[in-house]
């Protein structure tokens, strides 16, 4: 199921959390939804789950309409909030056997789903003690088990990695991972590794206005004009001849020093240009050894804090 | 409506997982069976068959546990966050509203269905007007189902369940007694429109075993009302301007 987002508003008072933001989702895919604290993230997932309505523009998902068939659009969703609430007096059980009778899935099979559900989230252990009574990583476990329950065709999970272990997060990665191939998964986060290890494209926002869209390879691409190298080389006593072949080379840009002592350098090419050839037939010329070359690519923290600082 | 009854199961259970539903139940019996038989106007003083001794100090018990029941409903939920959750299930807000209230009321239900017993022994004490007992269960009934109704109001309006209890108590209040005592102050339309506002004038009719429309309108109006007002606080997250 596609969920489109055509203008979308959103006003706390004068403060605009949400402006007059657009973008498709398209069955498949993995976003991830990027942004620091107060871009509008979670509102947006809020309007999209169907607990607030939005000021102006309109969310569609599949064929329905917010505000026109909320309740069906309900049933396809599957929605892990933020700080994860649950009911913590309920048990484990009973409380993921609520959610299912609630989103509709058929008696007969609610306890299938349950076990299911109990096996794929690792909650077999700890599912028959209170909600109250598990640790944090259990909580988050549990409320993933209640957004999957009924099988919805889109995932939406408000960071669903906080509060877990590094084991249960490749686990849930994993897991993601797997849904996403066969239904819609938004999700946010606040840790940029993870969107690069489990979605397969990213939007940042940034006061509530979208600043970049695309896979985490054409954002780097976007960001990142220039071929950018890192160059060591060996046998040369005097590193300032080496600096100076290196910044006399056609397509080289900039040169700088990363390391003077190990004669380690990094070398801007010219936009457009490469100058990997040359600097190892430079190499040759001068009987040096080339011991590395490699691209310094633009990291994903690093486009972050150039599209949201100002 | 099935959606209804699954989230008033729910909270049903919810009241005995965390053992509000037994404390409830003890305290309410307890005392009402307390000064049913053994202090005060009991039924030994009175010398009468009939339950009015029980229905006075249930008119009271319940009007102080019931706001300690709706507490909880929907401030709770607002507090943890868990509202978010339910409402974004394939719920409307009125299913969200309904099915606490049913809940509230099947507990209040159960106690007093759990206080037949005083019935069934004052039956064999003496000959007992059986219309009276059960016009007198139909009114504790509606009476608790206006404040159930005031304090899933009270609750739907804040996030902290002291303020949710105090309000209901304070709404409940001028129902419950003073607007019984203006009547009394004033004499006239002004009297009569106090004296209609109040709960006990229409409880004590229909406690003699009266069942009179006029009584029956007042008390599905109130309840109306109140769940109104908590589908309109409920809802007014989707309020854009």
Avoid at chain 1, 175 to 191: A, N, P, Q, Y
Avoid at chain 1, 290 to 303: A, G, K, P
Avoid at chain 2, 49 to 55: I, V
């Amino acid at each position: 199921m596609d969920i489109v987002v055509e203008n979308l508003t959103k006003k706390y008072g004068p403060q605009r959390a949400v402006d007059n933001i657009s973008f498709r989702i398209n069955t498949g895919e993995v976003l991830g939804f990027l942004g620091p604290n107060g871009a509008g993230k979670t509102t947006t997932m809020k309007i999209i789950a169907c607990y607030m309505a939005a000021n102006e523009g309109k969310v569609k998902v599949g064929d329905f309409t917010i505000g026109e068939n909320t309740e069906d659009i309900k049933k396809c969703i599957g929605y892990l909030p933020e700080n994860n609430p649950l009911y913590y007096d309920m048990p484990v059980i009973d409380y993921l056997e609520f959610v299912a009778m609630l989103q509709g899935v058929e008696k007969t099979k609610v306890q299938g789903r349950i076990r299911e559900m109990v096996g794929i989230c690792g909650l077999n252990p700890e599912k028959h003690k209170k909600i109250g009574e598990l640790s944090k990583g259990y909580r988050q476990r549990v409320g993933l088990a209640q957004a999957m329950i009924h099988d919805p065709k889109i995932l939406i999970l408000d960071e669903p990695t906080t509060g877990l272990d590094p084991n249960q997060i490749v686990e849930i990665r994993n897991l993601i991972r797997e849904i996403g191939k066969e239904k819609t998964v938004v999700l946010s986060t606040h840790i940029l590794p993870e969107v690069e290890a489990t979605c397969n494209r990213i939007l940042i926002i940034n006061k509530g206005k979208i600043v970049a869209d695309g896979s985490s390879a054409s954002l780097r691409k976007q960001a990142q004009g220039q071929e950018i190298l890192k160059v060591r080389i060996e046998d040369e006593n005097d590193k300032n001849i080496i600096f100076q072949c290196l910044k006399s080379l056609d397509n080289v840009a900039v040169v700088d020093f990363i390391s003077a002592s190990e004669n380690v350098f990094e070398v801007q090419s010219k936009p457009g240009l490469s100058s990997r050839r040359a600097i190892f037939e430079l190499c040759v010329k001068n009987k040096w050894v080339l011991t590395e070359l490699s691209f310094v690519e633009t990291r994903l923290e690093d486009i972050f804090r150039n599209l949201t600082m100002n | 409506m099935n959606k209804i009854l699954i989230i008033a199961r729910k909270e049903f259970l919810t009241f005995f997982d965390s053992l509000i539903a037994y404390i409830m139940l003890v305290a309410f019996l307890g005392f009402s069976g307390f000064f049913t038989w053994l202090y005060g106007m009991d039924i030994f003083l009175r010398n009468q068959a009939d339950l009015q001794a029980f229905f006075a100090i249930a008119y009271w018990t319940l009007f102080f546990f019931i706001p300690a029941l709706t507490m909880k409903m929907l401030a709770e939920e607002n507090k943890t966050g868990t509202i978010e959750l339910l409402l974004t299930k394939a719920v409307t807000d009125w299913q969200v509203i309904l099915g606490k209230f049913f809940s509230c009321l099947a507990l209040v239900g159960l106690a007093l269905a759990l206080s037949l017993p005083y019935y069934i022994t004052v039956w064999k004490l003496g000959p007992i007007d059986h219309s009276a007992v059960w016009c007198g269960y139909l009114g504790l009934l509606l009476m608790s189902a206006t404040y159930v109704s005031i304090g899933l109001f009270a609750s739907s309006i804040t996030s902290n369940q002291i303020v949710a209890f105090l309000l209901a108590l304070f709404i409940g209040m001028f129902f419950h007694i003073i607007f019984d005592v203006m009547a009394n102050n004033f004499s006239g339309i002004i009297g009569e429109t106090f004296s209609y506002l109040s709960v006990s004038s229409h409880y004590e009719s229909i406690s003699r075993g009266v069942i009179d429309t006029k009584d029956l309108v007042y008390f599905l109006s109130i309840i109306f009302a109140g769940l109104i007002l908590s589908e309109i606080s409920l809802s007014k997250r989707n309020v854009t301007d």
